[in-house]
């Protein structure tokens, strides 16, 4: 318990010192003591809301990665690299293209294309040992990220990124992630019970399709409305819940909590660290993520995945 403690306590040490390091640096640099009219601009309506963008997108798409891995009993599952984020990514394209003026309706296509990414790879899941089923994943991933750079850009449209963001998707973000965090952690319960065989589940009274189910429904609903804001962000979903298990165990009720804070810092991290290298040009977060969690995967894998 000791251990767990000051986990939380660094973590949220972490996130207070990143987030007044993203708040006060960038292009400009601001003293919170004497703000100009423009320093105010820019720090409440450009990079506060960015902030508030990165710490929510981060903490869903790693509880959802944590949520895939529970339900599908596979340690390495995640709505990156599994094809479920770039469903959704195509698909809220495609909703900006018939309806460009209502964003909520981004939201609605996300859902609906992540849902169909994922129909596709459960499809396969009973006949795969999860190593194979990740492969299933990269590939219907590619597929949909194809169709994706087949799109042509319309004028006035811009793409889904942390550097794009405003208050309009951090609300929305907010809204309905916030939502399916908190129904996330009332689950939480679910992902301890499909540690053992359904056969086991059911002589306990317990419903394995029931349980998996919720959990994968509040895992696609995650994945799906965070790419219809910021767009696609791979490996925090299965980065993130491994660091945890090491660190808080495998119980899900401290695992989803540390996941939150942990991939809501990760994120932040990168998109500050992204903005401050190369000023007043900026590197995108997805790209440093992709830079640091491809060899972090290769780690995982190397080194023996645990059970989820």
């Known amino acids: 318990m000791k251990k767990t403690t000051l986990t939380y306590l660094f ?37 506060l809301p960015r902030i508030l963008a ?22 390495i599952a995640d709505p990156g690299i599994m094809g479920v984020a770039s469903g959704a990514h195509l698909f809220a394209l495609l ?21 169909l990414a994922f129909e596709l790879l459960v499809r396969f899941q009973p006949k795969m040992d999860p190593y194979r089923l990740i492969l299933v994943g990269v590939a219907i991933n590619a ?11 319309m ?12 208050w309009t998707q951090t609300t929305l973000l907010a809204v309905l992630g916030l939502g399916g965090l908190i129904i996330a952690v009332l689950l939480a319960p679910w992902g301890n019970y499909l540690k053992v065989s359904d056969a086991q589940l059911v002589s306990l009274g317990q419903s394995p399709q029931r349980l998996r189910c919720g959990l994968l429904l ?6 799906a409305t965070t790419t219809a804001c910021v767009g696609v962000l791979a490996f925090i979903g299965i980065i993130v819940p491994h660091l945890g298990r090491q660190l808080v165990g495998h119980d899900y009720n401290r695992l989803l909590p ?27 977060a997805t790209a440093l ?19 989820a």
């Open 95 to 115: 909703g900006g293209l018939i309806i460009p003026g209502l964003f909520f309706n981004r939201v609605l296509w996300a859902l609906a294309g992540g849902w």
């Open 11 to 47: 973590l949220t040490g972490l996130l207070v010192v990143t987030g007044g390091i993203a708040l006060t640096n960038g292009a400009s640099h601001f003293s919170l003591l004497a703000l100009s009219p423009t320093a105010q601009n820019t720090l409440f309506n450009i990079r």
């Open 289 to 307: 993520l992709a830079i640091f969690g491809g060899p972090c995967l290769i780690w995982i894998l190397k080194g023996g995945t645990t059970h």
């Open 258 to 284: 540390f996941t939150m804070l942990a991939g809501g810092w990760l994120l932040l991290f990168f998109d500050t660290l992204g903005r401050l290298v190369i000023q007043p040009s900026e590197l995108p």
């Open 218 to 223: 509040t895992a696609v609903f995650l994945a």
């Open 143 to 153: 597929m949909f990220s194809g169709f994706t750079a087949l799109i042509p850009t």
């Open 54 to 75: 990165a710490l929510l997108a981060g903490a869903t798409v790693a509880v959802s990665g944590a949520l895939f891995q529970a339900a599908l009993r596979n340690p």
């Open 155 to 166: 004028p006035g449209q811009s793409s889904l990124s942390l550097a794009t963001v405003t």
